[in-house]
């Protein structure tokens, strides 16, 4: 029998920037990261920090070649990878850890995708070990719910854990 995961505990105030952003993003998906103090961890439950909102670029994508990214800004996220690289430099250098990646489902349920699950962890296992995935579920402008997904070395594939918002 699988081992239970530690719940995830996300700072309030990092929750609701979420929120904000996924709601202000609708009908679109919104996306970005979360990150905390290299000391902590979020899996033992301390609560991420940091929220870094990032731009959607799916939508760029997509009128470029609808051919190869067939899913416009409504259906997907992707990060511009030289934004992204930077983002990921910054916070290393300031001593942060990535903890957390999120985006949102416009009018559709939290859930983890097999899209989600391909894009985390293309060659089966996480890209990022350690980090949890936050999916919001808006529906209508508002949230709906939201779920964390965490890697499972039991199951080799991502299972939804515990979300406290302390």
Not at 50 to 60: A, L, S, Y
Not at 121 to 133: C, L
Request: hydrophobic share 40%.
């Amino acid at each position: 029998m699988p081992t239970p995961k530690t719940p995830c505990r996300l700072a309030r105030a990092a929750h609701e920037l979420m929120v904000a952003r996924a709601e202000a993003d609708f009908p679109e998906e919104t996306c970005g990261f979360v990150f905390g103090p290299a000391d902590s961890d979020t899996i033992t439950g301390v609560p991420m920090e940091t929220v870094v909102p990032m731009e959607n670029i799916q939508n760029r994508l997509h009128a470029e070649d609808p051919k190869v990214h067939p899913r416009d800004a409504k259906t997907a996220y992707c990060f511009d990878p030289i934004k992204m690289q930077q983002v990921l430099d910054e916070n290393e250098a300031a001593g942060h850890v990535l903890r957390g990646i999120y985006h949102s489902h416009p009018d559709h349920d939290a859930y983890f995708s097999q899209t989600d699950s391909a894009a985390a962890a293309p060659f089966g296992e996480p890209s990022y070990p350690g980090a949890v995935y936050l999916v919001y579920s808006v529906k209508s402008g508002s949230l709906a719910a939201v779920k964390a997904f965490d890697w499972s070395d039991d199951e080799k594939s991502f299972v939804e854990v515990t979300l406290e918002i302390v």
